[in-house]
Structures are given as C-alpha cells and as structure tokens.
C-alpha cells in the first residue's frame, strides 16, 4: 500500500471558524510533511514531522497549528485563517526527513477561505 | 531562491519521447537534482533523481551534464497520461544539517493523441 489519505477533498471555512484536516499512511514511513500549493505554483514546504516530532517549521503563523498523534497521522489544525490562505494543502511521507528517499504526495485539500 | 528554471510548457506526440530540459547552474558539488510530475487534481508524484551519473528508472531517464549545470528527463515514449507538470528540484543542505528541495516552477507538458 502506497497510498496517502487526506480528508476532506474540499473545505470551506470562515475566518473565524476551526477546522482541522487530516492525513493518514500505513507505509510505516517515519517523516510527514504539510505543504501549500497556491494555483500554478509548486508546492511550498510548511511542516515537517519526523519520528513524531516536529523537525522542521518554515516560519508558518501560527493559526496553522500541526499534531502528529502517531506515526500514520498526521493533522493540521486551522484557526481564524485568512482569505489568502485559501489553497491546496498537500500531505507527504518518508521513509526519512532527509528528502533522500521519495516522498508520497496525498491528493490534497482544497480549502478555500471566506 | 530559485536554484532552477524550465520551460513554461513543451507538447509531445504520443508514443514520441518526451526531453524536458532544466537548467541549474548555481548547483554545488553536493546537490541532488530531483523530478516529480503532478497530474491535474492529484498531488506531485516522485520520478527520478540522480547526482552526477545518468539514471534510469521504469518511468524515466535522466540525463545530467559533466559540469552538472543542466540536466533533461526523457519519457521515452510518452502517452496521453503522461499530460502533467513536470517539476526539476535540487535538494540543499540547509541550516542546521536539514536538507530541503528548492522547486522550480515547473513545465506543463501536453502529450498530443
């Protein structure tokens, strides 16, 4: 099984709603990672979780709050998000944190903020 | 900062190879380079990644030039499913012994029937 989950597909929220999106993998891969790709841009490295520690946070606000309950979880809780935060919001695993290995992208979560 | 640049968007005939250039000429002696592919409505899919020498794989081939300033992906006979962004990353050595991919922006390859 190779496959990563991210639920929901789609989101909507308000600026002042909480919501949370989730991502699973049973590859027994160490590293997980959160990115955010804006329209016809690559994706852009938020968080990166490795062992179930946070290793690696490129300098998000912090109304992006990331958890790694266990090792096949993965979460990203969201509070009081802005208009531009809209995105797509890509889950990844690891066998490593080094990005030696290849990561395994889910399909994502299309958030769109209003 | 961008470590590479590619072509906007190339097409393809299919059953015809597919060459997407890149261009990394910044890239130091230790820098991997790296494609993956992202099929509309779908996250980035890993390709291939190489140092110096040339690789192959199922999906690909890489080619990376002697001085390490370019390099080209070749899909040797490139077929309707292939139509994607193909991104060219190099993979840094960051502060503190963290390693993170620079990721170009991409060329949206269409594969023509």
């Known amino acids: 099984d190779t496959e990563v989950t991210q639920t929901p597909k789609h989101l909507v929220m308000g600026m002042t709603n909480k919501k949370s999106l989730k991502c699973e993998q049973h590859m027994g891969h160490r590293a997980m990672y959160w990115y955010k790709q804006k329209a016809k841009k690559p994706p852009e490295l938020m968080f990166v979780y490795s062992y179930e520690k946070l290793s690696i946070n490129e300098s998000v606000p912090s109304r992006f709050s990331p958890e790694c309950p266990n090792s096949s979880l993965l979460n990203l809780h969201l509070h009081a998000l802005q208009p531009e935060d809209s995105a797509l919001y890509l889950c990844a695993s690891s066998q490593d944190r080094g990005f030696v290995r290849e990561q395994y992208f889910g399909p994502g979560t299309r958030l769109t903020v209003t | 900062d961008a470590k590479t640049t590619q072509p906007t968007s190339m097409d393809c005939a299919e059953g015809r190879a597919a060459n997407l250039p890149c261009n990394h000429s910044t890239i130091s002696g230790n820098e991997y380079v790296y494609w993956y592919r992202q099929i509309h409505s779908q996250g980035p899919q890993y390709i291939i990644h190489g140092l110096k020498n040339n690789e192959t794989n199922e999906m690909a081939s890489l080619i990376i030039t002697e001085d390490r300033k370019s390099s080209t992906l070749i899909l040797p006979h490139a077929t309707l499913r292939d139509t994607a962004v193909y991104y060219c990353?190099?993979?840094?050595?960051?502060?503190?012994?963290?390693?993170?991919?620079?990721w170009g922006l991409g060329t949206s390859l269409a594969v023509n029937p």
């Open positions: 990353i190099v993979r840094v050595e960051g502060a503190g012994n963290n390693r993170k991919l620079i």
